[in-house]
């Protein structure tokens, strides 16, 4: 069955650090890979996302990695603000299902 | 444009009520999705509709049922409602069941 593992839970940096969170997933058919970010009381919104036959993705300061082989894909912040602190999450659409499944999400707060 | 939108807002409904939540898009897309989001549980899929017309089961389906007749509207519907049924709900659509998925503004869902 489907499973998106993500990690952390909570991920606390200070302003102008980078922050990194990861996600596993288990199906091998899986080619589509969105991250959402949600503001507290508001609805989940897409900011950057990748398919199977990329390696890499970047929109301005943040970029997305993905290793098929190892069936794990990543979201980097680099210089982060206050404004980027929010719950990140990953999700995997699979093939095998045609369902988007989601992580539980990552509460990242940037302290000025 | 109003994109996609849900209503209500919120609602506190007492426990054996039916209850209707409304969710409407105005992009034509092909697929709408309901999910639920309960703290440190993320995003789960309750129903989903690739269509008009058709319709299917996600992740937590009991105590839930949908319709699509249109392909604009997509209710969920809560036929007998029970406590551990309060929750945030999110509507969702995306053109395609492979394309990026774009939420609604939520509905905030408290049975006593």
């Known amino acids: 069955g489907e499973n998106v593992e993500q990690h952390p839970s909570t991920l606390s940096v200070q302003e102008g650090d980078s922050a990194v969170i990861k996600c596993t997933y288990s199906d091998s058919a899986s080619n589509y890979f969105p991250w959402y970010k949600q503001e507290l009381g508001k609805r989940p919104q897409l900011i950057i996302d990748i398919r199977s036959n990329v390696g890499e993705k970047k929109d301005q300061r943040i970029a997305v990695t993905l290793n098929k082989t190892a069936k794990h894909f990543s979201l980097h912040i680099t210089e982060t603000q206050p404004e980027d602190s929010a719950v990140y999450f990953c999700?995997?659409?699979?093939?095998?299902?045609?369902?988007?499944?989601f992580g539980k999400g990552t509460l990242l707060t940037v302290n000025p | 444009i109003a994109g996609i939108t849900q209503a209500p807002t919120s609602q506190i409904l007492a426990a054996g009520r039916r209850m209707t939540l409304r969710c409407t898009q105005d992009m034509r897309h092909n697929a709408m999705y309901w999910y639920r989001q309960d703290l440190g549980l993320g995003l789960r899929l309750i129903h989903y509709s690739n269509t008009a017309g058709t319709t299917g089961k996600g992740e937590v389906p009991d105590g839930y049922s949908v319709s699509r007749a249109n392909t604009d509207d997509f209710p969920l519907t809560l036929a007998s409602a029970v406590p551990s049924q309060t929750s945030v709900y999110f509507c969702?659509?995306?053109?395609?069941?492979?394309?990026?998925?774009?939420f609604g503004p939520g509905t905030r869902l408290t049975v006593l």
């Open positions: 969702a659509s995306s053109a395609l069941a492979e394309d990026t998925q774009y």
């Open positions: 999700a995997e659409w699979g093939g095998s299902n045609y369902k988007l499944t």
